[in-house]
């Protein structure tokens, strides 16, 4: 299913402040708690360049998300959910910056990458998302979608009509 998102971002702590109007495939297989999460990890690292991969999760070894740099290098990988050591290592030697967006258990993934080899482990930015916040956004979501995000010192606010939805980010 094709949803389309309309989104009034403002960022407040990167000085972000954008009208995003932007389509995300939801593969059969995909959970609203992860296909949420993609849109929230769209909007949080937004910036000129950044695209869903193509393939979207046909492909297992490309990123969820991803920026690409001159001589379509990459610039910026992000993951979704708790992905394995080995592809955060391949994305560490890939990509100038990789950034994780869980909002499964992040002690698990945490866990993980201190006890294997990954390639610049310490570099790599793990934020949660709220599962409660992505519940309460799940029977929101609609094959056209207009919201505003605001985020504030790690809290996003997601209104959708009259109903605001709060929720916490926390980075790891």
């Avoid at 949803?3 to 009208?19: C, K, M, N, P, T």
Wanted: aromatic share 8%; charged share 25%; proline share 4%.
């Amino acid at each position: 299913m094709l949803h389309r998102f309309q989104i009034e971002l403002s960022d407040i702590d990167r000085g972000v402040y954008e009208s995003l109007d932007f389509r995300v495939a939801q593969h059969p297989s995909e959970t609203y708690p992860y296909l949420l999460t993609r849109v929230l990890a769209y909007c949080l690292t937004y910036q000129d360049g950044l695209e869903f991969t193509p393939g979207g999760l046909s492909d297992p070894e490309a990123p969820a998300l991803r920026k690409l740099g001159t001589h379509n290098s990459i610039d910026l990988w992000i993951e979704i959910g708790n992905t394995s050591a080995r592809k955060l290592h391949k994305a560490a030697k890939a990509a100038k910056e990789v950034i994780v967006f869980t909002y499964k258990n992040p002690q698990a993934l945490i866990s993980e990458i201190r006890t294997s080899e990954v390639h610049r482990s310490n570099e790599i930015l793990i934020f949660s998302v709220d599962p409660t916040f992505l519940e309460s956004l799940s029977g929101r979501v609609e094959k056209n979608n207009r919201w505003s995000l605001l985020v504030q010192q790690g809290q996003c606010d997601v209104t959708i009509g009259t109903e605001t939805i709060t929720g916490e980010l926390v980075s790891h």
